[in-house]
């Protein structure tokens, strides 16, 4: 064999070695892409069940529903202390009124007083003398406007005494009473509304 012919023959193993070598790559390269292809079609991209468009939506409803809570939150924390507010300013406008009438009836019972004092001095002959009708007549009438104010008078002679609602200015030793009896009333005392504006100014016995 000659030169030439080896030369030919090494070429052409060369040849058919590059050829194999190529098959090789081609088969392993199409059985890769089989396999990528198939593990697609038994496990295929997991896709949202909803569309983009829905998820979007649910999100701004969350979103919405939040601030809905909070504006409804904050109007109940608004009407809580309105509420309390009004309550608050009720009681302060009533605590005033009550003062500003017992300040007023205050002064007002000398008046009544007074007319006591003067029918209590006339004589039997004189009443029916038509001033002191008049007098006795506006007296009642003063009278019936305190009562309906919630003024009462407090009772005094025969009841027990009792410091919450008397002041005793003078003591008397008097068989005839029990322990601590009031036996006699100087000043009459007066409450409004269940509460003394006035204690009854007596004498208490033994």
Do not use: C, W
């Not at 194999?20 to 059985?31: A, D, F, Q, W």
């Not at 008046?111 to 009443?127: C, H, I, T, W, Y």
Request: aromatic share 4%.
């Amino acid at each position: 064999m000659n030169m030439e012919e080896k030369l030919q023959e090494e070429e052409t193993v060369q040849q058919e070695t590059e050829e194999e070598n190529t098959e090789n790559v081609e088969e392993n390269t199409n059985e890769e892409e089989s396999k990528e292809l198939e593990s697609a079609e038994e496990n295929p991209p997991k896709r949202s069940i909803l569309p983009e468009g829905m998820t979007k939506k649910k999100k701004k409803k969350d979103k919405l529903e939040e601030k809905i809570e909070e504006l409804e939150d904050r109007v109940k924390r608004q009407m809580a202390e309105f509420d309390n507010f009004r309550k608050r300013t009720e009681k302060e406008k009533s605590h005033m009124y009550e003062v500003g009438a017992r300040d007023i009836i205050e002064k007002i019972l000398p008046v009544v007083d007074n007319f006591e004092r003067g029918l209590a001095s006339v004589p039997q002959e004189e009443k029916e003398n038509p001033v002191i009708e008049g007098m006795d007549k506006i007296y009642k009438q003063l009278i019936t406007v305190l009562t309906d104010l919630g003024v009462a008078p407090i009772e005094a002679v025969g009841q027990e005494f009792d410091p919450n609602f008397h002041n005793a200015v003078m003591h008397v030793e008097d068989e005839e009473l029990g322990e601590n009896i009031i036996a006699e009333e100087f000043q009459k005392g007066y409450t409004y509304k269940e509460t003394v504006i006035r204690h009854s100014m007596v004498k208490v016995a033994n």
